[in-house]
Each structure stands twice: as C-alpha cells, then as structure tokens.
C-alpha cells in the first residue's frame, strides 16, 4: 500500500492507550500514553471502530466517549480490513498462535491503512508487516 506523506503522520491508537490516558488524567499524572501524545503533537491521531466500541463499554454516557475522543477520526471496517484481518489469522495460526478477534481487527485496520499502531501490548509483536509505535 503506498503512504503518502502527510498519511507517515497519522497513527492508529489502541484500546489500551485510551485507557492509560483516562487513568493518568484521573490520577493526575504524566505517564506514557501522555508523553507520546506531547512528543507527537503534529500527528493526526486516528481509532478503529473496534476500539471504539471497547471503550465504549467503560462510559455510562455516550457523551463522555465523545468528549474523550474529539477531533480523533474513527475508521470504520471496510471489506479491505476484513480481508486484512483474515490475512493476519491464517499468518498467525500457521505460526501456532491466534490475536483476540478485536485485536485482529485492530491491526488490520492498521496495516490496510498502513498507519503505525500506538500500543504498548506486547501481543501485537507476533503481527508480521505491523508497524508499531511503543509509548
């Protein structure tokens, strides 16, 4: 997949970087998931609809997802990711092991889109071709 320019700036974030963040905000402290964000104020921060949907299950009030997630764009699941995360399940099955559903789906929207993945999920190293970008 050819990444222009300006798309070397856009990264995926997943669900366990939210959740740091909401726990260093309600602590009041800077820890990882603050510190990349600081050190990558330039980059357009993006989350798969999966991700999504698991934080959602953390909020009574839809509102409060909103406001934790504004001016980051959600990406849907097009047929593209699907076959991606198909893609990464056959690989990781040959390999002898499986991703959860979510976090295949996760990194698929990261490698169809060709964006880097903020995690700090070790899981995610057994994903051939998946960049990552550790906080």
Known sequence: MFVS????KNVLTDTTFWIDLLEERR?????GASAFIARHRTHELYVSVITWGELAEGFED???LEMLLRGIRVLM?????????????RELTEGGGR????DSWIAATARAWGQRLV???KAFERVPRLRLARY
């Open 5 to 8: 320019e300006s798309e070397r």
């Open 27 to 31: 602590e009041n402290r800077r820890g």
């Open 62 to 64: 839809y509102r409060g």
């Open 77 to 89: 699941l097009p047929q593209q990711i699907a076959w991606e995360a198909s893609r990464i399940q």
């Open 99 to 102: 991703l959860g559903e979510n």
């Open 119 to 121: 995690t700090r999920d």
